[in-house]
Structures are given as C-alpha cells and as structure tokens.
C-alpha cells in the first residue's frame, strides 16, 4: 500500500506545485498597476505613453484656454490672474509679469496648471494604454 500512496503524493506534489506557480502568476497579473511597475514591465513605452498623455492632456487644454471655451474676456483675465498668483512664489517674477502681460504666455499658464489637476485621470489613462500599445508594438513582457 505504501508505494501507492507515494505515488499519489508524487502526483498531487506535481499538481500542487502547478496550482502554486499558476496561483502566482495570477497574483502578479493582479497586481495594481503603477508607473514603476509599468516602468519595470514595459519600460520606454510606458514613460513615452505617460509623456504622450500629458502633453495631449496639455496641448487640448492650452487649445481650449485660447479660444476661449474655458472662459472668456473676464473669466479668463480672473484665471490668468490666479494663475500668476498662484505661481509666483516659485518662479522668477519676469515668468508671473510674462503671463500676467502676454496672453498666450498665460493661456498657457492656465493650460498647465489645470493639467496638474488631470493627473489622476492621466495616470489611469496610462495604465489602460501602456499594455495594449506594448502589445501593437510586440513589447510584451
């Protein structure tokens, strides 16, 4: 009888150890995805799709700003404003005079600080892209 039951100890050691290492992959698969973990997995595409978000992110912000969607006449001089503001105890006071005197200098300045407030979004945007993009380029980890 005991070379029976050492084999069924053989057996179910083999598929023990399947469902540990399947049970593993499944804990690594899910795991919440952050940039460095898409940093460590799929490397320049992940920082080059987080840089892509952003600056479209931006550039459709700074596109609103200017033609005046987000505000207008008052509206965006009291943004502008706020902005200067808000910026102007860390930037050199010929920045906060630019965007206080310059209105593209300032819609851009609006532009970029909404987009601060983005950044969540943004992120998650990444998370969801940087697989699929990896993929199309055949860089799956």
Partial sequence: GSGSGGGAKAKSGDSSSKVASESSSATSEA?????SLLWK???????????????VTLAGLYG??????????EEKKE?????????EPYVWSSVVDQIRS?????AFAVAW???KF???????????LVPRIARRLGRVI
């Fill in 31 to 35: 795991e919440p995805l952050t940039l």
């Fill in 41 to 55: 997995r799929y490397g320049t595409v992940a920082i080059a799709t987080h840089f892509g978000v952003y600056f």
């Fill in 64 to 73: 609103g700003v200017s033609a005046g969607l987000m505000g207008q006449g």
């Fill in 79 to 87: 943004a502008v404003e706020k902005v200067a503001k808000t910026v």
């Fill in 102 to 106: 310059n209105p593209e200098f300032g």
């Fill in 113 to 115: 600080v909404t987009a």
């Fill in 118 to 128: 983005t950044e969540p979004v943004r992120l998650v945007v990444t998370i969801f």
